[in-house]
Structure formats: C-alpha cells, structure tokens
C-alpha cells in the first residue's frame, strides 16, 4: 500500500468518525428533547436550526480542509 494513500485512508477514518461520534450524540440529544414538551416550540426548533448549522459546518470544514491540503 502506497504511504500516499494509507495517509488520505486515514485522515478519512479519523475525520469520518469524529463526525460520526458528534452527529450521534446530536442526534441524541435532538430526539430527546422532542420526547418533553410539545411539537414546534422554540426549543424544538432551535434543535432542528443546531442540528442544520452543524451539517453545514462539518461541509465548510471539510471544504477548507481540501483547499488547504490539496496537492
């Protein structure tokens, strides 16, 4: 296996299971809070909005990453 790739398998590991670990326990805490009160209150919705702005962070992340180690 080529030093080249099994750096690029790794970082994906590492990255993809820090994502992982974080959305679960997002997710978690997101369907957990629609087990109190009722549906649409400002809670629930600022849930969804954090759970959003999360997706669109890791993306951006991501993003940057790329520009940064493209070679």
Do not use: N, W
Request: with cysteine; aromatic share 16%; hydrophobic share 60%.
């Amino acid at each position: 296996m080529e030093p080249e790739f099994q750096r690029a398998l790794l970082i994906v590991a590492v990255v993809g299971t820090v994502i992982f670990v974080t959305g679960g326990a997002l997710l978690f805490l997101f369907f957990r809070g629609f087990g109190g009160a009722k549906a649409g209150g400002r809670k629930h919705i600022a849930l969804m909005v954090g759970m959003i702005a999360f997706i669109f962070a890791c993306c951006g992340a991501l993003f940057i990453y790329s520009l940064i180690f493209d070679r």
